[in-house]
């Protein structure tokens, strides 16, 4: 099966839909708009190798230099914008492109080497500190954006010093007696590794992939010591001395390094680190299939997803290291003790599950897959396409409002949202064939409105997708499959695994690890069908142990949260603001909006009753139940980072008049007003923001 990157060019948008939308944002506004970032910034000329004032400035973070990022935040425009190219003509970014690719390539010293820092900056410290310094992540994204830029252009003008550059890597880098036993302090290059391969067909480039992945954290990797260790002596780096993303000297857990993939039974460290190392794991399997890897890939998966992920799939809760803390804690915002959730950590959440699901089809990586994908990943980017966010806290407060901002000093997430979004399509779905068997599989992941093309032996089975997703549960299938046997998947969502229906249906629907499998028997058959999947809103809740004490609002794939535009008495941040969930089942409406600021098409939920305000001199009314598992959707075994309350009766107040509910502050509250978390930050209010509420009466 095909990486993403490639087999979203046999998948189409359906032209108006809603991911269709997101994505013509990037095309119309956002790729012009970073274009004249990495202009102003230094950055697009960056690799004609002068002399850059920033270069001098002081570090935010020892030791990493804040220009050090350059050349990856480059590699991922240059990697995005020729996705979008496939589908529209645009001179001024193609000539951009070339511009950059001249340059890149002039860049390239007589021995491959290719880093602007290294080279202007630094020339006598390359490959001397490959935990902090971003040398291989850097070559990495460059990488990437040479595979994308041949799959377009057809020509090796980006891939050439690309391959090269890894040729020094090669020569360098490795487990024979006189090279480096290096590995990245950042992964991301081992999964560019594997997609260089896949068009180059070297073998080189794949081993140096496995032995990045097999080397890391080996405790006497050179000379009988940790890399890194063994490196840091050698520049001379002093025993106390350390990064300021480590709370202690030789915290190797940050970098996914303190010991072999294989012996890790908790994600730690660095959240995006974490995920790009275990996507390269997962694309791995494709071509050595272990099962002592796979076994790690699935013990690390539920440890993330079971304790230490968020209600919108985001993850990471440190903001010193930007990543994991210990089990279970998972606080809403600054004010709650943490919470950090990386745009680049959703997306590489994304990644892994993608590989993931090539190879165990499990509806448990496709529903994750599918949260970040509309919530803490839609969220890093504004509806314009402008302004972006690299923290997606779950609760804003004083010290940290719920702003978007134009651009990042380390600007990795913008680039990427980008670059995501540019072969989108390739999440959906994923297909195979047999063109001697005349035989081909569909597994659809996300049923948003979209057309796939897939060639068996010269003949075309196309299936289309016609939705409204992710706002409307009705899913219509149609499958032109001509004379090829075509079975086709289709994800159960978990928010709708005991009340989704379809027409026509299966005698006995066979459903393995929550996909509805739709054999060539009946596909045959029914060349159209329908499911749906219902779209009532529902309560959800982090897991108990995380003592939170709050639910949120979700509906669909989407989880919903408050803001003060649409709740204009909020002074607090939503602190004080309490949800009773166990006195009847809350009222939720719904209304269809067309935000005026933004354009904005989306669904606003509403509750008119079963809230009420904490009175800060009557404890009593925070001592809310916390929501217990029992009767609720099942937690566990990696499938979803929350579970949906179970219902305790109709709405109703008791023939009662609704009693008036008022703020601390003596203001009258009628109505909360809840907007889809991705949503958020988009309008001008004061940038107050919960997902989660506190649970009270």
Known sequence: MAQPQVSFLQTKLKPGSFLDRKRQVVQENTLLYQLDVLKQTGRYDAFKLGWHDSYTDEPNHWPVPNHLFWDSDVGKWIEAAVYFLHDHKNETIENAIHELVDMIRSAQQDDGYLNIHFTVVAPKERFTNFRDLHELYNAGHLIEAAVAHHQYYQNDKLLEPLVKYVDLFCKTLGPEEGKLHAYPGHPEIEIALIRLYEVTKNPKHLEL???????????????????????????????YERPGYYPKPKSYWYNSAHKSILEQDSVEGHSVRSMYLLTAVAALDKYRKRDDYRDALKRLWMNMVDKKMYLTGGIGAISQWEGFSIDYFLPQGTDDGGCYSETCAAIGVMMMAERMLQFDLDSRYADVMELCLFNSMLCGM???????????????????????????????????????????????????????????????HVPAAATTTLDVGGKNVELQIDSNWPWDGAVKFNLNSSDIKTSVAVRIPEWAATNW????????????????????????????????????????????FTNLNVVALARGPLVYCVEDVDNDWVTDHFRTLLLDVHSGAPKVTESQIKDKATGEDFIMLHMDDHFNFMKLDDQATVNGVSPGVSGATQMGGGKMPSFTLP??????????????VKTAEGKTVDRLN???????????GKGHMRVGIRIGS
């Not at 992945?213 to 063994?230: A, S």
């Not at 999947?533 to 309560?539: C, G, I, K, V, Y």
């Not at 219902?647 to 008036?660: D, F, L, M, Q, R």
């Not at 907007?675 to 930050?681: L, Q």
């Open 674 to 684: 809840f907007v889809p978390y991705y949503f958020r930050a988009n309008r001008e």
């Open 209 to 239: 992939a496995q032995y990045f992945i097999d080397e890391r954290g080996n405790p006497t990797g050179q000379d009988g010591k940790h890399f890194y260790t063994w490196e840091a002596e050698k520049r001379g780096e002093r025993p």
């Open 647 to 660: 219902s305790s009766g109709s709405a109703t107040t008791n023939g009662t008049a609704k009693k008036e």
């Open 382 to 444: 504004s509806t314009d396409g402008k302004r972006f966010t690299y923290v997606n806290q779950l609760a804003s407060s004083d010290t940290d409002p719920d702003k978007k901002a134009a651009w990042y000093t380390c600007a990795c997430c913008p680039p990427n949202v980008s670059r995501t979004l540019g072969f989108m399509s390739g999440y959906l779905l994923t297909t195979s064939k047999d063109d001697t068997d005349r035989t081909a599989n569909i597994n659809v």
């Open 501 to 544: 229906s379809m027409s026509p249906k299966p005698d006995s629907p066979d459903i393995q690890k929550g996909y509805l499998r739709l054999p060539t028997s009946f596909t045959s058959i029914n060349t159209s069908f329908t499911i749906t999947f219902p779209m009532a809103s529902r309560f959800i809740a982090p897991h108990p």
